[in-house]
């Protein structure tokens, strides 16, 4: 089942019909690099920013146990606190992983746009 971003204008190979009346593809070498392509956006498009949520939550872990460590001790008061700035550190990490895949993704279909606005335009066509 493909994706609405799939199945997406900006992802089809045109194809052209061969004598015989069969669709051929025009540049055979086209497909594994369009097929990359279409996985690297699917990629992005799926980013949930778990990864970076997560390295943000692991600094600000060993900051908080630094902290302690250091201050020597743990009250109530300090808990509560660091435990608050580690789930903000986390939910900060999560939405700066959102967001540089959106701009990834982004910088993405506007360089194919560009790719295939001078393709179509380099095109020669007989009549």
């Known amino acids: 089942?493909?994706?609405a971003?799939?199945?997406s204008s900006l992802f089809?190979?045109?194809r052209l019909p061969n004598d015989?009346?069969?669709r051929v593809n025009p540049e055979p070498h086209a497909e594994p690099r369009i097929e990359?392509?279409?996985a690297r956006l699917a990629s992005l498009a799926a980013e949930c920013g778990c990864t970076?949520?997560?390295i943000f939550l692991a600094i600000a872990l060993v900051a908080a146990l630094l902290h302690f460590l250091i201050r020597g001790g743990l009250g109530l008061q300090s808990g509560l606190a660091a435990g608050g700035l580690i789930f903000l550190a986390s939910i900060t990490g999560k939405l700066v992983g959102l967001g540089a895949a959106?701009?990834?993704m982004v910088r993405l279909r506007r360089m194919l746009t560009a790719r295939l606005t001078a393709a179509e335009d380099s095109h020669v066509h007989v009549h």
């Open 5 to 7: 971003l799939e199945s």
């Open 1 to 3: 089942m493909r994706t």
């Open 36 to 38: 990359e392509l279409r």
């Open 52 to 54: 970076m949520g997560g």
């Open 102 to 104: 959106r701009i990834r």
């Open 20 to 22: 015989a009346g069969e």
């Open 12 to 14: 089809e190979v045109s």
